[in-house]
């Protein structure tokens, strides 16, 4: 495991603050230990300073992972975070989404949200806000990025689309095999 470079850092953390803001050290500076960030195979792992000591003595060859993958790096140098990143990044969210119960299962087949499928969103969200998606019960559900702004959606027609799809809790079933 090697640390990100400084361009790949940088990339990580813009990505973190367009879903979490400000948040990100509190994601990194946490009650429990310190955690950081780190590259393995073009993925990126969140592990604590603790366990990252004691995979120090295994070759690299031998390690799968450490820690929780956050994401992976494309060719081109794009980040695309995993579903296992949702559960860390969900109670720093800054904007958020909330899914009609009728749209919650078409969302977990990697469908966009409609005005019609939206239940409510956060205030103030801008175009192309980073957000989580809940269902009405407050479970995090997936990521999505805005395709309008709060204000927008307001006035939107009911087959608009509001939300991109990013990732969902359903991805941990259909793509098991390419996610870690």
């Known amino acids: 495991m090697k640390r990100l470079s400084d361009e790949r850092a940088k990339i990580l953390f813009e990505k973190l603050s367009k879903y979490i803001g400000t948040n990100v050290k509190q994601l990194i500076d946490r009650p429990d ?63 958020k989404v909330w899914v009609k119960q009728s749209f919650e299962q078409q969302f977990l087949y990697g469908n966009h949200i409609p005005k019609s ?35 927008d959606c307001k006035t939107a027609d009911p087959l608009t689309t509001v939300c991109f799809h990013q990732s969902d809790i359903g991805e941990y079933i259909r793509a098991e095999d390419t996610l870690f």
């Not at 590259?39 to 792992?45: G, K, M, N, S």
């Open 33 to 95: 230990g310190t955690y950081c960030f780190r590259e393995h195979l073009d993925r990126v792992y969140y592990v604590s300073e603790k366990i990252l000591k004691l995979s120090e003595c295994f070759g690299h060859k031998k390690l799968i992972s450490v820690g929780t993958c956050f994401g992976k790096f494309s060719k081109t140098n794009k980040l695309k975070f995993h579903i296992t990143a949702l559960y860390y990044l969900a109670p720093y969210a800054q904007y």
């Open 117 to 151: 499928g939206l239940g409510r969103i956060t205030e103030n969200a801008g175009q192309y806000q980073g957000v989580i998606v809940y269902n009405m019960n407050d479970l995090p559900l997936g990521f999505g990025v805005l395709a309008r702004s709060t204000m």
